[in-house]
């Protein structure tokens, strides 16, 4: 099961600087290529220290994050988190970017909650976001 043990919370932090880092990178892009200004730049880029901090957070305190009866594998959270951090680059519209992000703060949320429904709930809304970029 995911989340399940100390360990499993620490894959999940690194994954979420993973995508806290690709957040970095289209945000810098963006702002080369003139698709967003520097002042809607910094409204993300909170976005990205946010998520910074809660991965954070889950690698002092993974024990306490540990979730217990959740119904799925870690290796499906991962891959879909990690789906969702690799799409980022490629995305073309910047509503698309400002979903995905908002439902990536909400499932750390969840996590943070321990709660197994919420997790699930936030963890489909960030797949139907990748679906929808394909």
Do not use: C
């Amino acid at each position: 099961m995911a989340l399940s043990e100390r360990e499993q919370i620490e894959q999940l932090a690194k994954l979420i600087t993973a995508f806290a880092d690709a957040i970095h990178d289209y945000l810098l892009e963006e702002i080369k290529t003139g698709r967003i200004n520097r002042d809607e730049a910094r409204i993300h880029f909170d976005s990205e220290t946010l998520l910074r901090e809660t991965a954070n957070s889950l690698y002092i305190d993974a024990a306490s994050y540990v979730v217990q009866d959740l119904e799925m594998a870690q290796e499906e959270l991962l891959g879909v988190i990690n789906e969702a951090k690799d799409k980022i680059k490629n995305i073309q519209k910047i509503s698309a970017f400002v979903e995905l992000v908002a439902d990536m703060l909400a499932f750390v949320a969840a996590v943070r909650s321990a709660t197994p429904k919420e997790i699930v709930s936030t963890f489909k809304k960030i797949r139907k976001d990748i679906e929808a970029l394909e």
